[in-house]
């Protein structure tokens, strides 16, 4: 099959990731091919979508994190098909897809629950929605206007959270909402310019947080 413009952009860059040891399971590889990114980034930075580099969110300072970032993070969460999952700071929508794609490759197949994903700017909120449901994705993906650092205990227990901005340190309400056996993964640090990667498992009571990698992410708000 002859491949062309941004389908032949896509499958370089999972080629890419796959090269780096980042993506290394095939359901990840599978979603990331299956995702239009695209159709998440604003237009005026359209061209660059298959770059392996975080792109700005319109005029809103926030920023759509590199494909490698994001892969990471997915790869390190191991999402299952049964999986309740919660996402702080949709933006785009773009990690959101990726996951839902992950944990359910096939709509046809029956949905049984959403992936919830929350976001502080209601800009972006619009703006998820509307990638999502052009996409697709609406009816698999819940986006919520609201502080992802409260989480959202109403769907609460979640077997996987992905946090997309950095925290100072791991709000709680987000360690009281994991699931016995749950997996977070979070930017954690006060510095704009550098954080940690965290990943947080709940056994039990016992939490246990542990480092991955030096990282930058645009600060978790909390202005509400
Ligand atoms: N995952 C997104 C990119 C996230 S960028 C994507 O795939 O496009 C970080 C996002 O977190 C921004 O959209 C920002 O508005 C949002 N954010 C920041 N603080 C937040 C908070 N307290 N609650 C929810 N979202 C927040």
Same mark, same amino acid.
């Given at each position: 099959?002859?491949?062309?413009?941004?389908?032949?952009?896509?499958?370089?860059?999972?080629?890419?990731?796959?090269?780096?040891?980042? +993506?290394?399971?095939?359901?990840?590889?599978?979603?990331?091919?299956?995702?239009?990114? /695209?159709?998440?980034?604003? /237009? /005026?930075?359209?061209?660059?979508?298959?770059?392996?580099?975080?792109?700005?969110?319109?005029?809103?300072?926030?920023?759509?994190?590199?494909?490698?970032? =994001?892969?990471?993070? +997915?790869?390190?969460?191991?999402?299952?098909?049964?999986?309740?999952?919660?996402?702080?700071?949709?933006?785009?929508? !773009?990690?959101?897809?990726?996951?839902?794609?992950?944990?359910?490759?096939?709509?046809?197949?029956?949905?049984?629950?959403?992936?919830?994903?929350?976001?502080?700017?209601?800009?972006?909120?619009?703006? *998820?929605?509307?990638?999502?449901?052009?996409?697709? !994705?609406?009816?698999?993906?819940?986006?919520?206007?609201?502080?992802? *650092?409260?989480?959202?205990?109403?769907?609460?227990?979640?077997?996987?959270?992905?946090?997309?901005?950095?925290?100072?340190?791991?709000? $709680?309400?987000?360690?009281?909402? =994991?699931?016995?056996?749950?997996?977070?993964? +979070?930017?954690?640090?006060?510095?704009?310019?550098?954080?940690?990667?965290? =990943?947080?498992?709940?056994?039990?009571? $016992? +939490?246990?947080? $542990? !480092?991955?990698?030096?990282?930058?992410?645009?600060?978790?708000?909390?202005?509400?």
């Amino acid at each position: 099959m002859r491949l062309t413009g941004y389908d032949e952009q896509r499958s370089r860059l999972v080629s890419y990731l796959k090269s780096l040891g980042i +993506i290394t399971s095939e359901r990840a590889e599978r979603a990331f091919l299956a995702i239009p990114r /695209e159709e998440f980034v604003p /237009e /005026e930075v359209r061209d660059q979508a298959y770059a392996d580099t975080p792109l700005p969110l319109m005029n809103t300072g926030q920023t759509i994190s590199a494909p490698s970032m =994001l892969a990471y993070m +997915i790869e390190a969460l191991d999402l299952q098909a049964h999986h309740n999952v919660l996402e702080v700071g949709a933006g785009s929508g !773009y990690a959101a897809a990726v996951m839902t794609e992950v944990i359910s490759p096939s709509p046809s197949a029956g949905i049984s629950h959403k992936v919830h994903t929350i976001e502080i700017d209601p800009r972006l909120v619009s703006f *998820a929605k509307d990638n999502l449901q052009r996409c697709g !994705y609406s009816d698999r993906v819940d986006v919520i206007l609201g502080d992802g *650092a409260l989480g959202l205990p109403e769907e609460s227990p979640f077997d996987r959270i992905m946090v997309s901005a950095a925290a100072a340190s791991v709000p $709680k309400p987000l360690t009281d909402q =994991l699931a016995d056996g749950g997996t977070m993964v +979070i930017p954690v640090g006060g510095s704009s310019w550098s954080q940690e990667l965290h =990943l947080v498992r709940r056994s039990g009571n $016992k +939490i246990t947080e $542990k !480092y991955m990698m030096d990282v930058v992410f645009v600060p978790l708000r909390e202005d509400l």
